[in-house]
């Protein structure tokens, strides 16, 4: 059974800080990771891919990949309270392609 | 806004009717999703639809039943669900195989379920 790990918090850092949000995948062959944001009532909003091992910076949000740790971790600069929300880890797998999403990190940032 | 659309946003229904959720999507991509979102629960995999062919089906109950008619609109036919059917209902869509954007999935707002 393909696994997607996350903390489901809550995480509460205080407004300017850095939030740390980690994520673990138990499918080595595991090729494309993705953040999702979602707020409380609404969808999923992606707000981040990666594909390759290292770090891609987007604005305030830096996705980080360790795939021989089986490790993706999203860090939000500057947090804002507008960024409280859930995130959700994303991984594909399966013959399809398919994702697999873990239960989601809930953040909340304090002004 | 996403690109992706649904109807109806909310729906209350009894045991023993039928209803149909309809998505659409206007972002030229060629695969879709259902997925159910339940509390505590994460994101559950229902249908997977490439070129209007079903690809995958994660062991849904049959009393949900899905309906491509082509890579720009999909239907989830309802019928005789249970109380532990209620839950958000998502649809997303995503470009074919061999993009770079490959699996980048696009939600629509969803449908907030309820079997009474």
């Known amino acids: 059974q393909k696994e997607v790990e996350q903390n489901s918090g809550p995480l509460s850092v205080p407004e300017g800080a850095i939030a740390s949000l980690n994520c673990t995948y138990s499918?080595?062959?595991?090729?494309?990771f993705f953040w999702y944001r979602q707020y409380s009532g609404k969808s999923p909003e992606l707000i981040m891919s990666?594909?390759?091992?290292g770090d891609k910076e987007d604005g305030r949000f830096t996705a980080q990949l360790n795939k021989a740790s089986q490790y993706v971790s999203l860090l939000i600069r500057d947090s804002q309270p507008s960024d409280s929300a859930t995130y959700l880890c994303a991984v594909r797998g399966g013959s399809q392609g398919n994702l697999i999403f873990g239960k989601g990190t809930k953040l909340s940032v304090k002004p | 806004e996403t690109g992706v659309t649904q109807t109806p946003r909310h729906l209350v229904m009894g045991m023993t009717n039928k209803k149909s959720l309809k998505c659409e999507q206007h972002l030229g991509h060629n695969a879709m999703y259902w997925y159910k979102q339940s509390a505590k629960k994460p994101l559950e995999l229902m249908f997977v639809?490439?070129?209007?062919?079903?690809?995958e089906n994660n062991s849904v109950p049959s009393r949900f039943s899905p309906e491509c008619p082509n890579s720009s609109h999909l239907f989830l036919h309802l019928h005789t669900l249970q109380p532990e059917d209620s839950a958000l209902y998502l649809c997303a869509s995503s470009q074919a195989k061999g993009t770079s954007r490959y699996n980048e999935q696009f939600f629509g707002p969803g449908t907030r379920l309820t079997v009474l």
């Open positions: 990666i594909y390759s091992n």
């Open positions: 639809y490439n070129f209007k062919e079903q690809t």
């Open positions: 499918d080595r062959v595991s090729q494309s």
